[in-house]
């Protein structure tokens, strides 16, 4: 897995709520048998009309905006288990997804492939929308190690949580196969003595 | 001795280890996979040379991307065809029971394993798909996971995961005649929303749904993942082990009484403690439809839609074409899906024959009905169920699915409306620009007989 640091980068605001897996990659995607060039189809059906041209008034269509945050509307990444939908998301460039809510199996495939889930208050996301939208240029600093996102040459700033192991593992780019595999003895002597 | 949850129960007897301040090390039982989200998996295992370590403790079986008609014939979908030859080349590679498309045993993932016993109260099980919660009706502690989680579990049958919280919702009192588990579990979520089970696992409680059969119960459970819960529970009880006694993979003799005997011991215990709870009047629950796109945005049958100044919500009625303050009744609709892991199952198509019985379907009605497994489908015709759909005009598919998540060649066409008994009104989840209106099976059977939707409380008083 990728390590995660820090990143300072614009963003790009996607003022939903309830954006549900389906929408950040369509069921009649996922057919590969690889994790490779989801990014292409990324929250397809808003990207594009069904004859295959492009829906200008989409915010990735908007030329403005550009950058490796994305910051979306409360309860992102609600529906499907699909990790494909974290896979397109960072196929397609993204490094952190701020909102001020995420889905528990979503915000989990995230942290396994080195997308950071940055979980803000409603009133920080509110204000940090408004502001990538009237400033496209606005650049977010997002510090891990120190749990922290700001907002460059401005006030705004605001620590976020994160859970310790995972965020050891996204510093140093473990993932959990690692270390299950290195427990085996513990798990091979748990199956001898299980008590159900 | 402190009080446990039946969620504790099940899980503290799964912890194999605990880091500091971290994640818990919890021992998967089984193990539920198919052809969309494991080819990755199987992928990452061999690229580091990591073998699967515990083979018989998983079973696999095709179901997205299966078509439900001639299921003899080669799959013309080259992307489908593949993927599914992928899934057979992966498990005879590593060992893994495969139920493929056209055996007896073939089905949806969370249909096939209830009905073949793999399911049982008590176990801890996964799967790459989120309506794993449906496993839960039997006391299982069961949720879905991300491919790379089922990498995890391929190499150590086990994964880290931080134990969530804990939530009840209890219904008491009778249920009125023509509210089904369906309507429970949309009444529920209309109430508490998409995201007030997050981070929560949930326990269902009262008689509402004591009362109800295992089939009821799985159609609940399977929802959980729509408020957001990542699973959801039911005690095991007599109608529990009843459900479970003789099927192919449940112990068997002596075994089976042992296993009820530990059973009897796993649900909550009275007066243990619960993050969260909210309780619901049975009585309050009418038939229930959606009328935006997510589940959370549902009504009774009789209300109209409510009127939201929120932006979302807007841009979720401009998408379903509905104004704000209208009912649904007389609106009519061309397509009917009966189907997938929420209402696939036998009870399921006997409740929609008991309507459709003497009736015909309605012209401008496309319906598909798609039973949840092979065993189902034959169940069906043995019920003598399949003549009175026949003779309404219906068609019968095979398994699978199917218009559930328009991933085969089951998919409602852009602009349509389709009643359906699935899970999600996502947008495009039918297809692409389809418009999705969840109900139960009866509403579904309603809505194709007369080729609109009808006010099903007027038919059963």
Known sequence: ?196 | MSKKTLFDKVWDSHVVNSIENGPSVLYIDKHLIHEVTSPQAFNELEDRGIPVFRPNQIVATADHNTPTLNQDQPIKDKLSRQQLEQLSINCKKNDITLYELGHKYNGIVHVMAPELGVTQPGMTMVCGDSHTSTHGAFGAIAFGIGTSQVAQVFASQCLLLTKPKSLRVTVNGKLKNGVLPKDVILYIISKLGTNSGTGYFCEYAGNAFEEMSMEGRMTVCNMSIEMGARGGMIAPDETTFEYVKGREFAPQGEEFDKKVAYWKTLPTDKGAQFDKEYSFDAADIEPMITYGTNPGMGIKITETIPVDENPSFKKSLAYMNFEAGESLINKPINFVFIGSCTNSRIEDFRVAANFIKGKQKANNVTAWLVPGSKQVEAQIIEEGLKDIFDNAGFELRQPGCSACLAMNDDKIPQGEYCVSTSNRNFEGRQGQGSRTILASPLVAAATAVEGKIIDITKHLN
Request: aromatic share 12%; charged share 25%.
């Open chain 1, 1 to 196: 897995m990728e390590k995660f640091t820090t990143l300072q980068s614009r963003a790009i605001p996607l003022n939903i709520e309830n954006v549900d897996t389906d929408q950040i990659i369509p069921a009649r995607f996922l057919k590969a048998t690889d994790r490779k060039g989801f990014g292409d189809n990324v929250f397809r059906d808003w990207r594009y009309h069904k004859d295959g041209s492009e829906n200008s008034d989409f915010v990735l269509n908007n030329s403005k905006y550009s950058g490796r945050v994305l910051v979306a509307g409360d309860n992102f990444g609600c529906g499907s288990s699909r990790e494909h939908a974290a896979w397109a998301i960072t196929d397609f460039g993204f490094k952190v997804v701020v909102s001020s809510f995420f889905a528990d199996i979503f915000k989990g495939n995230a942290l396994n492939n080195g997308l950071l889930p940055v979980q803000v208050s409603a009133d920080f996301l509110s204000k940090l929308i408004k502001k990538v939208e009237n400033n496209p240029e606005t650049e977010i600093e997002v510090n891990l190690e120190n749990q922290t996102i700001s907002v460059k040459g401005s006030e705004l700033s605001e620590d976020f949580e994160i859970d310790a192991y995972k965020k050891t593992c996204m510093i140093n780019g473990y993932d959990d196969i690692d270390y299950l595999v290195n427990n085996k003895e513990l798990i091979e002597a748990f199956e001898t003595q299980k008590t159900y």
